[in-house]
């Protein structure tokens, strides 16, 4: 199957914490049909255990598995053996990049210098977090359009871990996230290839086994060519998204990462 990005376009990486591609298929927002028609999406990608937040963003980051970066917990532990993460590496080759969340933890992707840009709020004490960080992304692209930029969206996995993994609330919030998206996607798609996708899934009130309920996470990348039908063999990896980042921004990717570039993958 080809794929091929439409036009040489930055990038925006948007991360829902703790979304399940079956929620993104249930939650009727009516952006994803939308969003679906013009992208290269795959519902059936997995991410790497333990599939909990801080291990799942580094292996994201650096496209190498958790027995490589040795974050194993939620506590960042620096890297014995460095692996350049997207962020560094990006600045390497001159690229400005920004990242907003709306957890803490987050702060350790990129080391001290890769970063022009970040903003942080935190989850638990404000309402509306997410509309929030959205508001700051905007108003950071609008001025200043950074080559990449890392967008997350944490309250979906609150609403999980408070209510359980596909309840009323938790798939209200993933609605409420895609509102996020629409208005994103919609102001900038002609600057910004934007790649949609999620850390873990989860199930009852919790997440981080080898299970498929777990371990599932959707990527969609808008604005792609896909010749030949929107299924393929390959069964992408969290560990895709670097390299696919590196590709999209016509850049090598790292000779450390284990990921495939997702549009160059057969
Ligand atoms: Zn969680």
């Given at each position: 199957m080809k794929k091929q990005a439409k036009k040489d376009k930055k990038v925006i990486l948007i991360l829902v914490d703790?979304?399940?591609?079956?929620?993104?298929?249930?939650?009727?927002?009516?952006?994803?049909?939308?969003?679906k028609k013009n992208s290269y999406f795959k519902?059936?990608?997995?991410?790497?255990?333990?599939?909990?937040?801080?291990p799942c963003h580094m292996s994201l980051f650096h496209s190498v598995p958790p027995e490589r970066h040795g974050t194993m917990t939620n506590i960042y532990v620096p890297q014995a053996r460095p692996v350049k993460g997207i962020f560094d590496m990006l600045t390497d080759h001159g690229k400005t990049c920004a990242s907003v969340y709306n957890?803490?933890?987050?702060?350790?992707?990129?080391?001290?210098?890769s970063i022009q840009y970040s903003f942080f709020i935190n989850e638990y004490r404000y309402p509306r977090t997410d509309e929030i960080v959205t508001?700051?992304?905007?108003?950071?692209?609008?001025?200043y359009s950074p080559d990449f930029l890392f967008v997350y969206l944490g309250v979906t996995d609150t609403k999980g871990h408070?209510?359980?993994?596909?309840?009323d609330e938790y798939m209200k919030s993933v609605y409420s996230a895609w509102n996020c998206i629409?208005?994103?996607?919609?102001?900038?798609k002609e600057e910004y290839t934007f790649i949609i996708?999620?850390?873990?899934?989860?199930?009852?009130?919790?997440?981080?086994e080898n299970i498929l309920e777990d371990m599932t996470i959707p990527i969609i990348i808008t604005d792609v060519e896909v010749s030949n039908g929107k299924m393929m063999e390959y069964q992408p990896s969290i560990l895709d998204i670097a390299p696919t980042i590196a590709g999209l921004l016509r850049l090598k990717a790292e000779t450390s990462w284990e990921g495939k570039d997702l549009l160059k993958a057969e």
């Amino acid at each position: 199957m080809k794929k091929q990005a439409k036009k040489d376009k930055k990038v925006i990486l948007i991360l829902v914490d703790g979304m399940r591609s079956d929620a993104v298929e249930k939650c009727g927002h009516p952006f994803i049909e939308e969003v679906k028609k013009n992208s290269y999406f795959k519902m059936d990608a997995q991410t790497v255990m333990p599939s909990i937040t801080l291990p799942c963003h580094m292996s994201l980051f650096h496209s190498v598995p958790p027995e490589r970066h040795g974050t194993m917990t939620n506590i960042y532990v620096p890297q014995a053996r460095p692996v350049k993460g997207i962020f560094d590496m990006l600045t390497d080759h001159g690229k400005t990049c920004a990242s907003v969340y709306n957890w803490e933890e987050l702060r350790d992707l990129g080391r001290p210098g890769s970063i022009q840009y970040s903003f942080f709020i935190n989850e638990y004490r404000y309402p509306r977090t997410d509309e929030i960080v959205t508001e700051k992304a905007m108003e950071y692209v609008d001025n200043y359009s950074p080559d990449f930029l890392f967008v997350y969206l944490g309250v979906t996995d609150t609403k999980g871990h408070d209510y359980g993994w596909m309840s009323d609330e938790y798939m209200k919030s993933v609605y409420s996230a895609w509102n996020c998206i629409e208005r994103m996607v919609d102001r900038w798609k002609e600057e910004y290839t934007f790649i949609i996708t999620a850390d873990h899934g989860g199930h009852g009130r919790n997440h981080g086994e080898n299970i498929l309920e777990d371990m599932t996470i959707p990527i969609i990348i808008t604005d792609v060519e896909v010749s030949n039908g929107k299924m393929m063999e390959y069964q992408p990896s969290i560990l895709d998204i670097a390299p696919t980042i590196a590709g999209l921004l016509r850049l090598k990717a790292e000779t450390s990462w284990e990921g495939k570039d997702l549009l160059k993958a057969e």
